[in-house]
């Protein structure tokens, strides 16, 4: 059964910063793209950043740009995402979804974790 695990969320204050881990189980990530989403109360869910298993083509949402950071360990099956230079503003739910489409949008990923609290003081 595919899965996909985050982890690495937690408060810290604004200028701090988080990284979060995405590890799959029972997927074949070298035919698949993983996207890091976040979902703030009230607000719908919106792409952060995305990299394909095969070739690394990386992109980014422009809120993030220049501070987060999306790189995957091949021997891990693990998705990173390096938060810095955190705001207030990237509180939210932190979820990691597959696709096998090279999408920012998140009707395109199939499989998506149980998501990671990341809440930025000010």
């Known amino acids: 059964q595919a899965q996909l695990v985050e982890s690495g969320g937690g408060l810290v204050q604004a200028g701090g910063s988080l990284r979060l881990s995405c590890t799959a189980s029972?997927?074949?990530?070298?035919?698949?793209?993983v996207g890091w989403f976040r979902q703030a109360p009230g607000k719908e869910r919106e792409f952060v950043a995305r990299?394909?298993?095969?070739?690394?083509?990386?992109g980014y949402a422009d809120s993030v740009k220049g501070r987060f950071t999306i790189s995957r360990d091949n021997a891990k099956t693990t998705v990173y995402l390096q938060m810095n230079s955190l705001k207030p503003e990237d509180t939210a739910v932190y979820f990691c979804?597959?696709?096998?489409?090279?999408?920012?949008?998140?009707?395109?990923?199939?499989?998506w974790g149980q998501g990671t609290q990341v809440t930025v003081s000010s």
């Open positions: 979804a597959s696709s096998r489409i090279l999408s920012s949008r998140s009707s395109n990923y199939d499989y």
């Open positions: 990299i394909s298993w095969i070739g690394g083509n990386i």
């Open positions: 029972g997927l074949t990530l070298n035919s698949y793209i």
